[in-house]
């Protein structure tokens, strides 16, 4: 009897490491850099529900600062990584503008570090990149192969970045999107809420047409990226990404105000002209996305229902 329940308990024990061997050896290791970032930290978010295939690695500048190519390339081969997805960008547009050195150096050459080191250690990469890579004369939604012409700092290094890293690591997915918010960090939402809740009239520009992109959505369809990679080989190219759907930053912000009930603030729809910025933003950027979601087998909810997703998860609404 002893005996017997010895070998169970053997048993138990061979099963358990069976069980760690197989679970070690299906999970893919994923890093994510600029993981304190809007949809870096909307991946964080959701990769607890993907643990059983994925194990994820987030990093932001202060863990992995990607314009250092040794470091990078380190951490890639030291931690294993299957998969870098690139979350890390400098995003302030108008910034850009007199901070060319900077934008260029994390927009191109880190976004070039990450592709060389995924070539080195056999990872693929997953960029995120944007709709100012188009000049904004268009009339209909861009496609992936459509000119590009970008008229800002930021739209041109967030280009040469996608340019670079295709020359260093072909096997890589980039997406462009666009208009992108979520409930962590700065953005147009919450801005628009601030303002809606503090002032009795804003001036909205109405001559910019575009969708806006939840980055939880985005956050959700780069994991079906990677489950389907998994399953049915890497797909690298460029793609476009966003909400479906088109509207102005004027109705956009009347949807902002209506999802939050916000009504003591009149939204006054004002030109381009009337508000200049530094950087020169595209007139229409609307995205056409069948190439992404015919590729991945997707479906992508409109821009006004994972808006008020959104605002409802919002603490402060
Ligand atoms: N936001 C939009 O409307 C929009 C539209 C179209 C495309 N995109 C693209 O979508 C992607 C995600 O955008 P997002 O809005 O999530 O950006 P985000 O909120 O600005 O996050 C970017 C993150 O990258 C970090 N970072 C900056 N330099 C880094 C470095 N050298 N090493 C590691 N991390 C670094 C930033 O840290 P710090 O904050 O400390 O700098 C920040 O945490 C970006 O590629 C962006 O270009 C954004």
């Given at each position: 009897m002893a005996f017997f329940s010895g070998n169970k308990q053997d048993d138990n024990q061979d099963e358990t490491a069976k069980n760690i061997f197989h679970f070690e050896l299906v999970q893919k290791n994923i890093l994510v850099t600029g993981a304190n970032g809007q949809l870096g930290s909307e991946l964080r978010r959701i990769s607890t529900l993907h643990e059983d295939n994925f194990r994820f690695f987030f990093t932001d500048v202060a863990e992995l600062?990607?314009?250092?190519a040794a470091a990078v390339d380190r951490f890639v081969k030291d931690n294993g990584i299957r998969y870098i997805i690139n979350?890390?960008?400098?995003?302030?547009v108008d910034k850009a503008e007199d901070d060319v050195d900077l934008c260029f150096k994390i927009n191109r050459d880190a976004v070039v570090n990450l592709g060389i080191a995924a070539t080195n250690n056999g990872a693929k990469v997953i960029h995120v990149s944007t709709d100012?890579?188009?000049?904004?004369?268009?009339d209909q939604p861009y496609i992936e192969t459509d000119a590009v012409d970008p008229r800002s700092v930021y739209g041109k290094s967030k280009l040469e970045g996608e340019k670079g890293l295709m020359k260093a690591c072909p096997e890589s997915i980039i997406i462009r999107t666009a208009w992108l918010y979520s409930?962590?960090?700065?953005?147009f939402v919450k801005t628009m809420i601030k303002y809606g809740k503090e002032r009795d009239s804003l001036n909205v520009v109405a001559d910019q047409t575009g969708t806006p992109t939840n980055a939880a959505d985005l956050a959700r369809t780069i994991i079906k990226i990677l489950d389907f990679s998994e399953a049915n080989g890497f797909r690298d190219g460029i793609y476009h990404y966003s909400n479906e759907g088109i509207t102005t930053w004027y109705d956009f912000t009347l949807a902002i105000h209506k999802g939050a009930g916000i009504t003591t603030c009149k939204v006054n729809p004002i030109s381009t002209d009337q508000y200049p910025t530094k950087a020169t933003r595209p007139k229409y950027s609307v995205l056409n996305k069948t190439k992404i979601k015919s590729t991945f087998n997707l479906s992508i909810p409109q821009w006004e229902e994972s808006l008020n997703i959104c605002i409802k998860e919002l603490p402060s609404v």
């Open positions: 600062d990607i314009t250092d979350c890390a960008a400098y995003t302030a100012y890579v188009y000049d904004g004369t268009a409930i962590y960090g700065n953005n």
